[in-house]
């Protein structure tokens, strides 16, 4: 089995490597699953050739999540999890991005899928996603500060955000 | 009905086409919790459809990163709560992944045992509910009398019907308590004729034929492009299905088939579900002759998993671990780890990214019931309202697992 795996990383990472020099940054092996790390600049052509190529066939984009290492740079890494259901192999990409600057392009246009994956992350986390259709929250009301899944938000919330119980004892003689 | 034909409303007739927005949910029975929808109509068209979530927020992927690998285990029931057990897996396996841990094969054989029960018991809440959005009212009832029984089975194995967190890190919580291969093999001889008493009632009915079929048509390719998995997917004719092309706790070892359709409708997938019920039932038939009288539930790897109450009362070391492990917790290597599961509703996946640290530095859900609503529009734009009802339930959605 991880005799096999290692065989499909070659693969991708060849294909990915012959096709540009500059498509992949670093390759990642942990406990079977392998991890390309791209440039954020050329995110979109490689997701473009991971799915197209004809060696690859990752036509199913199942996840993208998004892990935030405060208060280390690059803070932000942004994973996209491929499947490539005739081939039968998984695929992490992955994208660090700084703090200062949290964004990269959208998946959309490659996967149509990605765009509530990518609104959740722009949500809970606030990376930009470039070229995003409708990139508005998902999970959060329309009006809330901040994003809760990044580090610095603490985790019991902000306290002087008024509760529904609080409303209803200040409104009463 | 083609479109032009169902939109001779009064407005169109007069030339002054006027749409309306109609606002459904989040307090609406057939969503199934409380999903809105925002709903252009023309007469009884949809024109547009904007689902809208985020009512049942709880954060639970923030609560995780405050919790140790072993607390986060609770959190997981409550996501999707009608399957409890198959989060607790696809979390477990995560971590496992993580540590590198190996499971006894009895307890994999117990975690198949149970999670194909599970995948019943939701099927069964899925079919009675959509059944009842539908007009068919009985149909409810008896699904949930049979569903009652794998609760009572659950019960007597993990001590609670819903909530379980049976299935833990490295094993399961408890052994199987004496008597359980009676029960199940008692459930295992009543279920397959309820399966055909539903069938009797819905596969052939009218009324059920004509909400069903043609409703909700999505294409393969735009079923792959828009990332659904599960029953959905398989109606569309794509045989993906984790248990088989990844397969996890020893699923290599079972012998079942994955059932596809073409029709890729409501009828196809309702029709996929009452097939994977069957081939559910198979599976446990294979666990109960696989499933050892006797041997260890959950692996041995000191510092990670609880030691046995015995040895704690002999060796010192034991209490220590245990003293550890449930004070401290138990820090895996720093690295990151992704493992799915086939749930009822598709694929589950779990990301765990730890930083060394006793808490996940990350955990993510990849939901099922979230992703494959995103077809929503795509399943009812131009059709028509009363179609609407039908297509969120044949998607099959938990909300507490879109919105987490």
């Known amino acids: 089995m991880a005799e096999n795996s290692n065989q499909n990383t070659s693969v991708v990472v060849e294909r990915l490597r012959g096709w540009s020099a500059n498509a992949i940054s670093e390759v990642i092996e942990f406990r079977g699953e392998t991890t390309i790390v791209v440039p954020r600049n050329v995110l979109r052509d490689v997701a473009e050739r991971c799915r197209g190529d004809k060696e690859l066939q990752f036509n199913l984009l199942t996840d993208a999540t998004c892990v935030d290492r405060y208060p280390l740079e690059p803070r932000f890494e942004v994973n996209y999890h491929l499947v490539s259901i005739p081939r039968r192999d998984r695929l992490r990409l992955q994208v660090r991005l700084s703090s200062d600057d949290p964004a990269v392009d959208s998946l959309v246009p490659v996967w149509p899928g990605a765009n509530w994956l990518e609104r959740e992350i722009f949500d809970l986390m606030g990376i930009r996603f470039n070229g995003h259709p409708d990139l508005r929250r998902i999970l959060m009301p329309e009006d809330w500060e901040g994003h809760p899944l990044r580090k610095d938000y603490p985790v019991e919330g902000y306290r002087d955000i008024p509760t529904t119980a609080s409303r209803y004892t200040r409104n009463r003689p | ?404």
């Open chain 2, 1 to 404: 009905m083609s479109i032009q034909t169902a939109s001779t409303s009064v407005e169109t007739a007069t030339g002054q086409a006027k749409t309306m927005v109609l606002n459904m949910g989040p307090q609406h029975p057939s969503t199934h919790g409380v999903l809105r929808i925002l709903l252009e109509l023309d007469g009884e068209n949809v024109v547009k459809a904007i689902p809208d979530m985020g009512y049942l927020h709880t954060g639970i992927e923030k609560s995780c990163e405050d919790k140790t690998y072993s607390q986060a285990i609770t959190l997981t029931d409550r996501i999707d709560y009608l399957s409890p057990l198959g989060n607790n897996l696809a979390y477990c396996l995560a971590v496992e992944k993580l540590l590198g841990l190996e499971v006894p094969k009895r307890a994999q054989y117990i975690r198949v045992m149970m999670v194909e029960l599970q995948r019943i018991s939701s099927h069964l809440v899925w079919l009675g509910t959509h059944a009842i959005d539908l007009g068919a009212m009985s149909v409810f009832l008896y699904c949930f009398r049979e569903r009652e029984e794998i609760l009572k089975i659950f019960e007597f194995v993990a001590g609670q019907r819903m909530m379980t967190s049976y299935i833990r890190i490295g094993g399961l919580a408890l052994d199987l308590p004496a008597g359980w291969r009676q029960r199940v093999e008692k459930f295992l001889k009543m279920m397959p004729g309820r399966i055909d008493e539903y069938e009797d009632l819905l596969t052939g009915n009218r009324i059920w034929i004509g909400r069903t079929k043609d409703v909700g048509y999505i294409s393969a390719e735009d079923a792959v492009a828009l990332s659904m998995t599960g029953p959905t997917l398989r109606a569309a004719g794509l045989a993906y299905d984790n248990r088989k092309v990844f397969p996890y706790s020893s699923y290599d070892e079972f012998q079942f088939d994955v059932p596809t359709r073409t029709d890729s409708d409501c009828f196809g997938r309702y029709m996929i579900r009452v097939a994977e019920m069957r081939e559910s039932l198979k599976i446990i038939r294979q666990a109960l002759d696989k499933i050892a009288p006797d041997g260890p539930f959950r692996t041995e790897a000191p510092g990670i998993i609880p030691p046995e109450r015995e040895k704690m009362k002999t060796e010192m070391e034991a209490l220590i671990y245990h003293f550890k492990i449930f004070t401290e917790g138990f820090s895996p290597a720093p690295g990151q780890a992704f493992a799915t599961i086939e749930s009822p509703r598709g694929e589950l996946g779990v990301f765990v990214a730890s930083d060394g640290s006793p808490k996940p530095l990350r955990v993510h859900f990849r939901a099922p019931s979230f992703i494959n609503l995103q077809a929503l529009p795509k399943l009812i734009e131009g059709k028509l309202l009363a179609d609407v009802i039908a297509c969120i339930g044949t998607i099959d959605i938990v909300l507490g697992e879109v919105d987490r």
